[in-house]
Antibody, heavy 118, light 106 residues
Framework: QVQLVESGGGVVQPGRSLRVTCVAS????????FHWVRQAPGKGLEWVAN???????YYEDSVKGRFIMSRDNSKNTLYLQMNSLRADDTAVYYC????????????WGQGTLVTVSS | IQLTQSPSSLSASVGDRVTITCRAS??????LAWYQQNPGKAPKLLIY???TLHSGVPSRFSGSGSGTDFTLTISNLQPEDSATFYC?????????FGGGTKVEIK
């Protein structure tokens, strides 16, 4: 079955960096695009970034230039490198598969919490 | 593209029919999906392409609309439908979500 498992969250000081990871299983990883979606405590969903199957990247404006999404098809793994972190980056970060029919997000990981605080 | 959901919350009884609307700030054809998020859980896909039910989703959920106005309907509301529902456009980048509609069971 399709599984997405995030890790790497934690507490980090403002201005520092953190990398979160998502390991996928149960499907042909290299054939799919993926997203990161975040949710601040008590708030709604916010799309963060996307990487296509041919490694094109797209970013939400507030993270552009600070976050980098990448993939390693040999390891079925996604990464989100987060630099110059700010307090408003505090959120649960979800790794999400793009269903590739019409851009729908068909499978979600359980999320990893990133807290930016001094 | 901004997505405006209404209402932001509602309370209904088991067996009721519930309708949630999502309005896009510009036309997005049928490039819209709906998600359900139960408390403390990751969101789940309900509907994509505005009206196509995702595999395994109960048939009491349905979606309609095109262009700028969309609806999610839950017929025969069940206790497990107590959740927050989000619309999401997939028309272009950046993708955005609606603000959410919290459904409470009376």
């Amino acid at each position: 079955q399709v599984q997405l498992v995030e890790s790497g969250g934690g507490v980090v000081q403002p201005g520092r960096s953190l990398r979160v990871t998502c390991v996928a299983s149960g499907f042909t990883f290299r054939s799919y695009s993926f997203h990161w979606v975040r949710q601040a405590p008590g708030k709604g969903l916010e799309w963060v970034a996307n990487i296509s199957d041919d490694e094109k990247e797209y970013y939400e404006d507030s993270v552009k230039g600070r976050f980098i999404m990448s993939r390693d098809n040999s390891k079925n793994t996604l990464y989100l490198q987060m630099n110059s972190l700010r307090a408003d980056d505090t959120a649960v970060y979800y790794c999400v598969r793009d269903g590739m029919v019409l851009g729908e997000m068909d499978y979600w990981g359980q999320g990893t919490l990133v807290t930016v605080s001094s | 593209i901004q997505l405006t959901q209404s209402p932001s919350s509602l309370s209904a009884s088991v067996g009721d029919r519930v309708t949630i609307t999502c309005r896009a700030s510009q036309g997005i054809s049928h490039y819209l999906a709906w998600y359900q998020q139960n408390p403390g859980k990751a969101p789940k896909l309900l509907i994509y392409a505005a009206s196509t039910l995702h595999s395994g989703v109960p048939s009491r959920f349905s979606g309609s609309g095109s262009g700028t106005d969309f609806t999610l309907t839950i017929s025969n509301l069940q206790p497990e439908d107590s959740a927050t529902f989000y619309c999401h456009h997939v028309y272009n980048y950046p993708r955005t979500f609606g603000g959410g509609t919290k459904v409470e069971i009376k």
